[in-house]
Every structure is written in C-alpha cells, then in structure tokens.
DNA sequence: GCCGTTTTCGGCCCGACTGTTTTCAGTCG
C-alpha cells in the first residue's frame, strides 16, 4: 500500500509550501488529502485502477494526477520542484512548537539559519531581537519548543512502541523458531514512552533465531547479529533489540530486563539479605541455581508474589508485596463502555452507528459520544441546535440498535472565564457531561485552576477531560493546581478522566494514583477521533494500571444503570 | 487545490491568545 508514502509526500509539500508563504487554502487541500489517505482503509492502487481516485473527499484532478504520476513513476514532480530549495532539516523546525512557517522565513532570511543548532545560536543573539515581530519572550518561548523536541527525541510513544513489537513477535512466532517471545523493558511495563525496545526469546538455535530476526521485512539497518543478540533498526527509524536465552533463565531474564533498574536493586537487596543472588541467569543459593526458569520463581524464593510489570517501579509495590497488600489491579476486560468519543458531527470520522457497531465488537454495554462543542469550529464544534438534533438522532438509534447503548454527550468546552460553551438547559438534556479545556493554555495557575474548578462546581458536569492537557513531549502541562481539583471533583463527585489517546495518556499514572487516594473516581476514555482509535483504551487501562487502579476506581467498568446513578449530574 | 441547488469563479471553519505592537501578525486548535 502506497497510501502512507503519499500521505507524508502530501504532509511534506503542506509543510514546504507554508514555509514559502503559498496560498493557505492550497496548503490546507494539501493537508486534506494527506489526512484522507491516512484515514484510508482500501489501497490506493486499487481505486486508482478502479478510475475512482476523485471519488475521494479532498481529491480533485490536480491531486488525483499526482497520486497516479507517483504510482506509475514513483515520483511526483510537484513535489521535487517544490522541495528544490529547501531542505529537510530546515523544514522540520516546523515541528517546533510556538515556532511557525512565518516566523521560520523570516528567520531563515534574515539570520541564514538552516538547522536547529544554527536556530538555537541565533535565537540566543542580539541580532534576532532586531527583526520586526520578534522580542525576547518570543525567542524565549521557541528555545523553551527546542528543548521540548529534544527531550522527546529518541523515546518513543507506548501507542507506538506497542503495535510495532506485536508485529515483530508475530513474525516470529510464525516462522516457527522460538519456543517464547516476549516483550521486556520499559514497554512490558508500560511506561508512557519507551527508550529501547527489548525481546526476550528462547529456541534451540540462537543464530538462526537471530538470522531470521534481522532479515524481518520491517527492518531497515542491522546493527549486531550473534549468536544471543540481535540488534536492528526499523521502519520509523526505530531500534529493536532481541536477546536469545536459555530455557533455564528465561524468567529470570524477563525479570532482569522488565526492570525497572530501582525495583530490580531491591529485590536483589531482599535477596543477599537472605544469602541468596539474582541475575539475569537466575536465582542462586551460593553456586546452586535454585530458581529463574518462570518469572514467579524469582519473586517466590523471595517470599514475594508476582508482581505485575506495570508495578515495578519501587514506588511501594515491594512493601504491599511484603504486606499481601497488592492492588488487584484493572484490567481491559472490566471495561463496560467508552466515556469519550467524537463522531463525523464533529471532527470524528466515524457515523454513529458505525461507532455504536465498533464499540460492541469490542465487547460494551454502553459507548458515549462526545462531540466538540461550538467554541471549537475548527474542530467542527456543535451549535446548541446541532446537539439537539444529535440527542434525537441518538435517542432514535437507541430503538434499533441490539446490545450497545449510545448515550447523548459532549465535550463541551471551558472557556477561558470558567463558563461553560453550552447553556445549563442544553447540558440538562444530555445522558452525560464531559467538560475540557482546549484554549488558552498559558493562564496563570489561579486563573486556570479557577477555570476549571467552575466547571467542576457545575452540577451538569459529570467528567472533567484531559485535565492537564499535556501533549506528550510536545506541550507542558497548564499550570493547575491539581491537588485543589482533585479535592473539589472529590467533594463534588466529578470523575476525571484519563485520556487514552497516546500523546496524552492525561491524567499520568502517578497523577491518577494521587486521584484514587484523594477520593477521587475515574473514568478511562479512548477519545477516539476514528473507528479503530476505540482500541486506545488499552493505553488508558495500561496508566491505570501503573497508577494502581482497581476496577472499583473506574466508573466505565461499572454496568449502565450502576454508572449513570454513579455519576453526579 | 477543492468544490458546486449561490455551480466553472470565487470562497474556502475562525476565534482566542500571546507577544508584539499602537492596531496587528503569528500560532494554535
């Protein structure tokens, strides 16, 4: 399928032709069909033999030549005229946040600058403050953008780590070599983002199991290939590692290499308390191997039970273990239904009904669609007449569909005043209020606390969303003063949310476990924005997780009765 | 570059916020 190639080609000329200052309506059309060929589940060869490339939205002729030029050819030549005089490295500073194509130009001018190191230099100049626009807090703002590219750099997203590896270890396992394989590493704990990816694999023969892992179709470079490790890069530019073990130290090892480094020390410290030795070989009573073939056996010999990875993090879980304290922790099958999902009403792509089908496969009782409210027009938002219509279009789909219930929601805007975009009367006819903050985000902690606590004073409000709203590694956190809403949703009954979409994952597992300890009940949503998003919810249960919830902390798990009397409005 | 019951030209979602200005440009969603 060519469809992605010619998404980012479209991304990529979007990106070029702002830099150059083209008309904007051309670089959104751009943007369009990128998005759409994204989005696209058929292959793009076929419906261009089919001649139907112009029934796509967003396509017209001019674009439909390109996508036929570029499957004949492999190349587009728009496109290399357009990237002629720039190049990559200048391009990409796009992706700087509070740095924009305007901004970008006039430095590139003015300065010659033509990388990040060269942008960084100049920003911290005299000569930068010269330029018609620019001052010392704009400047300040783009090198604080700088920093946060190049902390996000090289770890990548849980949402994408995952998909990645499960592909990996299906290959594997279908090439019929390895007796187990299995993730390790930050990603079997579920960190919200990975460093390196590690697999942990056992088989008679090492060197072939490492042989055909380096030859997997997805990778793009190999960096070592022995007998025990094998070390790749992958599509996405992404290093995967695969370490081959003996049978006899496969728990052991899985143990070792889970982590974290801080639990790991731990154990090992209970251990030589007790004359005994871990290693990634196993466990040991002087020379004697005495355990290390199942990961149980290591946390056993200790007097410990298993602990789950998304635990072991030494934030208290070994003094539960010695206790028999442990939480027993939520899992994706106690979820009963989706508190956050947005249709094609607004910015979604997905019919109702199509959602409603979706979200049965996925074994709910109950899904609840929450589209933009009209501040965000951007985003598609809904007049207070549109929602109305929504509510009975619901209400009508309800009589047909079988096993799913749809429930009339949104997410309705805070602005910035505290108040909220929809009337009491209209948040009155809803089944469930979800409320977020979407602009805005550079208030001053009283002001944005204050904001948002008004929405959570407001009896309708059953959800507060995203409420930090950090983009991960993108976007800081707005200055909130947590503590003061968890005790107010606390007090008032207002569930907050943990956001699975994978830049999120808003509240953080350390932040929804401060939650449950003030009080304070959840909800995990996927804010899915298409059909197949509704599978985040993985993500949202696996921060959960590391923030020690139970099913009884999450409101979504609850059966539909039990979860509308649950929620305050 | 797309689109069309206002249909082959001319409009295309636009408001809030910030930082720069002294009425506005750039960025974001």
């Not at 030549?65 to 587009?76: A, G, V």
């Not at 995203?466 to 003061?484: F, K, M, N, Q, W």
């Not at 509240?507 to 599978?535: F, M, P, Y």
Request: proline letters at 4%; charged letters at 30%.
């Amino acid at each position: 399928m060519k469809n992605r190639e010619l998404a980012d080609i479209f991304d990529k000329m979007a990106d070029i032709l702002e830099f150059k200052g083209e008309n904007p309506f051309k670089i959104s059309a751009y943007r369009k069909a990128a998005r759409v060929l994204k989005d696209l589940t058929e292959d793009i060869e076929k419906l261009s033999q089919q001649g139907k490339l112009k029934d796509l939205p967003g396509v017209g002729s001019g674009i439909a030549k390109k996508i036929e030029e570029y499957l004949q050819t492999s190349r587009m030549s728009k496109y290399d005229e357009v990237k002629e005089e720039v190049s990559d490295e200048l391009i990409e500073l796009l992706r700087i946040p509070d740095l924009g194509p305007k901004t970008l130009a006039l430095l590139h001018k003015e300065t010659g600058i033509k990388n990040m190191a060269e942008l960084e230099e100049a920003l911290q100049s005299e000569q930068v403050r010269a330029l018609p626009g620019m001052g010392a807090k704009k400047a300040e703002n783009i090198l604080r953008g700088i920093r946060l590219i190049k902390e996000g750099k090289g770890r990548i997203p849980l949402g994408t780590a995952l998909p990645l590896v499960e592909e990996v270890v299906e290959l594997m396992k279908k090439k019929g070599i390895v007796r187990e394989i299995f993730p390790a590493g930050s990603l079997r704990r579920c960190r919200e983002t990975i460093g390196d990816i590690d697999l942990l694999a056992t088989g008679k023969d090492g060197t072939k199991i490492i042989e055909e892992f380096t030859h997997l179709p997805l990778v793009t470079e190999v960096l070592a290939a022995g007998k025990t490790k094998g070390s790749v890069i992958t599509h996405g530019g992404f290093q995967v590692d695969l370490r081959v073990v003996p049978k006899v130290s496969f728990g052991a090892a899985l143990q070792y290499f889970t982590g974290s480094k801080a639990h790991n020390i731990r154990l090992r410290e209970i251990a030589k308390s007790r004359g005994l030795k871990i290693n990634e070989y196993g466990v040991f009573r002087q020379e004697e191997r005495i355990g290390g073939r199942r990961e149980e056996e290591v946390y056993q010999i200790l007097g410990l039970p298993w602990m789950p990875p998304e635990l072991r993090e030494d934030r208290g879980e070994i003094e539960a273990a010695m206790q028999a304290s442990l939480p027993s922790l939520i899992e994706l099958a106690d979820i009963k239904g989706d508190m956050h999902v947005h249709s094609n009403w607004s910015d979604g792509s997905a019919s109702l009904e199509e959602l409603a089908e979706g979200a049965k496969r996925l074994g709910y009782q109950y899904l609840l669609i929450t589209d933009h409210s009209a501040a965000i027009k951007i985003a598609g938002g809904l007049s207070p007449e549109e929602l109305l219509r929504q509510i009975e279009e619901i209400r009508g789909l309800n009589q047909e569909l079988e096993g799913i219930t749809l429930l009339a929601g949104t997410e309705v805007d805070i602005l910035p005043d505290g108040s909220l975009d929809y009337p009491d009367e209209l948040l009155e006819k809803l089944d469930v209020v979800v409320a977020a903050v979407h602009s805005g985000f550079k208030q001053d902690l009283r002001t944005m606390t204050k904001r948002i606590l008004g929405a959570i004073e407001n009896p309708r409000v059953d959800i507060i969303a995203h409420p930090t709203g950090r983009i991960i590694g993108e976007r800081e956190p707005y200055a909130v003063d947590l503590s003061e809403i968890f005790s107010r949703a606390a007090a008032t009954g207002t569930a907050l949310e943990i956001n699975a979409y994978y830049g999120r994952l808003d509240l953080s597992d350390t932040n929804c476990r401060e939650a449950k300890r003030r009080g304070v009940k959840l909800v995990i949503s996927s804010d899915a924005h298409q059909l197949h998003q509704l599978h985040w919810m993985r993500l949202g249960v696996a921060v959960a997780r590391r923030g020690w919830l139970e099913k009884g902390d999450v409101l979504n798990t609850l059966p539909l009765k039990e979860l509308l009397n649950s929620l305050k409005g």
